[in-house]
């Protein structure tokens, strides 16, 4: 059959061959999610006011986690009891999924108290297990899929805010949680095709898993070809903590990984007839791996500074 063409990709002269000239990665922007949550052992600078729909969704998800059962540890304090106190608040979390986010990494959390709420401090609170959703802050039904979960001890900035007057100058009112999210399943990736073609995904997806293959701990092969389509991409366990690194490295591979040496000189020669493409020419070099660094040592002492760079960082990282 006839392949078909899904969308025009228009590459720079020495994007040419790459992974990127031939498709281009969905799912590669991090993802905001969110959600109400609950801060405990505060000092009386809590509040129990709160909108009527947000008291009773907290209400239904403390039940939902055991508070006021003895066997959770959390004693005989009822959650109506627990949201009455001025010793908790009710809180905004946010926080930012990297792109290719892995199962089980850390990103940090900033909390701030929520509206229509009379809290006067943060300080010194704990955030309780949180739901963290993409999209907008809703409560009941209409709420996405939960993709992380959110906890831990609240960091109040102890500088004062620049335009601040007034006595207490300090916004206690805002916190970050460091590594307080928790991300709960991996986060979708895949490559689209270019021109819809059963063989070029197969060359692909054969480029991809010779320069990614399956490492300890990784279940699935780097790349899957779901169709003629698309391609299925797992973050390899070295890049879990900088998957933007792996996506950079993914862009700029090569269609013909054996062929370094070859694709290493012609990446030379263009990146040197337009010092332009530096950047791009130091992560071509990356993707083809260590076997390039001899086709870079002789740029590291050339006098124009773009090639030269481009040289010294790829070298650096091989």
Known sequence: SLDRRNFE???????RGTIASESAILGDEPTIVRSYGLVVGLKGTGSRLMPAPVRAAMLQEMSRRGVGD???GWGNLSPEKMLDSEDTAIVVVEGVI???GVKGEFFD???SAAPGTGSTSLEGGRLYTSELRPGELRVGSKQSKSL???RGQIFINPFVEPDASGKDSIDRLTGRILDGGIISENMPLKLRMAVQSH???MQIQSAL????PKEPGQTEDTARGKSGDEILLTVPPSFAKDPSKFLQLVRHSSLQPEAVDRTAMAVRRSVLANPGFATE????WKALGPKAVPMLQGLYDYPEEGPRLAALTAGAYL
């Open 281 to 284: 020419a130091a992560w071509r």
């Open 98 to 100: 990297p792109a290719g």
């Open 148 to 150: 992380a979960v959110g």
């Open 199 to 201: 063989a070029k995904a």
């Open 9 to 15: 990709i228009d590459v720079q002269p020495i994007m």
């Open 209 to 212: 898993n010779s320069r990614f």
């Open 109 to 111: 959390l900033r909390v």
């Open 70 to 72: 003895s066997a959770s």
